[in-house]
């Protein structure tokens, strides 16, 4: 949990809350991982409560894996060499070894960098962080199903990974763009949206006011935009000599 201090923080309180829904989503627990912070961790307890020490912190011992070589946790005498703790601290070195071992106890897989934590590696070092996360978050060897793409396939049954791949791909014009990644996004205030947040008194689509305005509605199949597409669909058939049938999926 944050601090209450930073929980009204807008910038902080939605970068924690983005953080720990990644996480959620790929698995991924945010405390027990080898970049976790050891520091204000609530799996790594003494006394039922998490550690905050300002001798370790300034010494450099930050997150988990700076207490182990490779799989094996390093001894006092180890941490004293690589950041000069204090002699004092070896009462403090006994409560976190007997803590992080039991944690390694329930989470076996702390040790092991997941995926996301390779991708903020990388990121911090070599930039472009946000689109390293959004590329592993469509990657269909994570078997991830975000929300967004739920909501799609309850609407089209088509390859969605292949739309992921090629969203940016379609024009180089940036209004274009902006208007696919909105969207692909359903980031469009349809009335069937409003309505679900009381804004409206109704959810029948504005234009043919017969049917809910879904965005798959107000974008494809309402009768009063039907027949903009069913033109497309025949101009394109007759430039191309092949008959594209009139379909959403397309």
Known sequence: RLPVSLQAHPTISASHWVWREVARILHCHPSVHPLASIWNNSKILVGG?????????????????????????????QLQEKFALSSKQFWRFLQLRSSVQSVLRKYPEALHSHSLSVTFQVGFRSGHLASRVYKLLIDPGMGVCLP???????????????????????????????????????????????????????????????????????????????????????????????????????
């Open 49 to 77: 409560r998490p550690l905050l020490w300002t001798d370790w912190i300034i010494a450099g011992v930050l997150c988990l894996r700076d207490l182990f070589e490779g799989e094996v946790m390093r001894s006092f005498s």
């Open 148 to 250: 967004l793409q739920s909501a799609w396939e309850g609407d089209l049954n088509y390859e969605w990974q292949t739309i992921w791949n090629n969203c940016t791909k379609a024009s180089v014009e940036l209004k274009s763009r902006l208007t696919q990644f909105k969207i692909l996004h359903r980031t469009y205030r349809t009335p069937l949206r409003l309505f679900k947040a009381g804004l409206v008194s109704d959810s029948l689509c504005w234009k043919c006011r017969s049917e809910n305005g879904s965005l798959l509605h107000m974008l494809l199949s309402c009768p009063r935009i039907t027949c903009l597409w069913r033109g497309v669909f025949d101009r394109y058939s007759l430039v191309l000599g092949v008959d594209i049938p009139f379909s959403p999926d397309i």
